[in-house]
C-alpha cells in the first residue's frame, strides 16, 4: 500500500527556514515524479514545486520561486521541501503528493501545517 | 500562467441530483486536466485524470469530459458521502495551476 508521510511542519518566525520531508512507501520511489502542494487555512489548493525522477528537474510557483528548493533522495525514498525567507502568506498545510499521468497526483500524504508568525 | 476558474463557487443539491462543475483554462490546455475532491480535514483524492479517465475505485457516478480550455465534472445520482469541495488542476504546463475549488452541498 502507498503511504506518503510528511514531518518538519511547525512554528517559523517571518523570515526564517524550515525544511519539510515525505517519507514514501509501498512503491518504488525512484519511478515516480513528486508535488509539493499547499492549502492555506480555509483556502483552496495550491501547487508549490515538482520534482523529476533524477532530480535534476525540478520545477516552482511564482510565489516560491527563489525561496523554496525541492529535492530528493532516491535511496532514502524521501522528498525534501527547503523552504527559506518564510512569510506570513506561507501558512499552509502542505502535502506531498505522487505523480502519475503526467502531473495528476494520485497518492497524498496527511499533510504537514507550517505556521509563519512572530 | 494558466489560469484555471471554477464555476459555481457552491452548489446545494438534492440526493439523486445530477450536478456539473465547470472548470475553464485561460488558454488551451488539450486533455491535461485532472479532478479531486477533498472532504474536510483529509487530504484530496484523485478522481479524474486526462480530463475523461476514471481513477480505480472511484464511484462511475462520477464522470469528466472536456478538452482544450473547457471542463466539466458530473456527478450522476448526488450522494451524501459526496458532499465535499472538488478542484481542477491543469498540468499541461508549468506552473501547474488548480481552480479555486466548488463545495458541494447535500440539501
Known amino acids: 500500500e502507498v503511504h506518503l508521510v510528511e514531518s518538519g511542519g511547525g512554528l517559523v518566525q517571518p523570515g526564517g527556514s524550515l525544511t519539510l520531508s515525505c517519507a514514501a512507501s509501498?512503491?518504488?520511489?525512484?519511478?515516480?515524479?513528486m508535488n509539493w502542494v499547499r492549502q492555506a487555512p480555509g483556502k483552496g489548493l495550491e501547487w508549490v514545486s515538482h520534482?523529476?525522477?533524477?532530480?535534476?528537474?525540478?520545477n516552482y510557483a511564482d510565489p516560491v520561486k527563489g525561496r523554496f528548493s525541492i529535492s530528493r533522495d532516491n535511496a532514502r525514498n524521501s522528498l525534501y521541501l527547503q523552504m527559506n525567507s518564510l512569510r506570513a502568506e506561507d501558512t499552509a498545510t502542505y502535502y506531498c503528493a505522487r505523480v502519475s499521468g503526467g502531473g495528476s497526483s494520485d497518492y497524498w500524504g496527511q499533510g504537514t501545517l507550517v505556521t509563519v508568525s512572530s | 500562467d494558466i489560469q484555471m476558474t471554477q464555476s459555481p463557487s457552491t452548489l446545494s443539491a438534492s440526493v439523486g441530483d445530477r450536478v456539473t462543475i465547470t472548470c475553464r483554462a485561460s488558454?488551451?490546455?488539450?486533455?491535461?486536466l485532472a479532478w479531486y475532491q477533498q472532504k474536510p480535514g483529509r487530504a484530496p483524492n484523485l478522481l479524474i485524470s486526462k480530463a475523461s479517465t476514471l481513477e480505480t475505485e472511484v464511484p462511475f457516478r462520477f464522470s469528466g469530459s472536456g478538452f482544450g480550455t473547457e471542463f466539466t465534472l458530473t456527478i450522476s445520482g448526488l450522494q451524501p458521502d459526496d458532499s465535499a469541495s472538488y478542484y481542477c488542476?491543469?498540468?499541461?504546463?508549468?506552473?501547474?495551476?488548480f481552480g479555486q475549488g466548488t463545495k458541494v452541498e447535500i440539501k
Open positions: 520534482i523529476r525522477v533524477s532530480g535534476t528537474t525540478v
Open positions: 509501498g512503491f518504488t520511489f525512484s519511478n515516480y515524479e
Open positions: 488542476q491543469q498540468y499541461n504546463s508549468y506552473p501547474w495551476t
Open positions: 488558454q488551451t490546455i488539450g486533455g491535461w
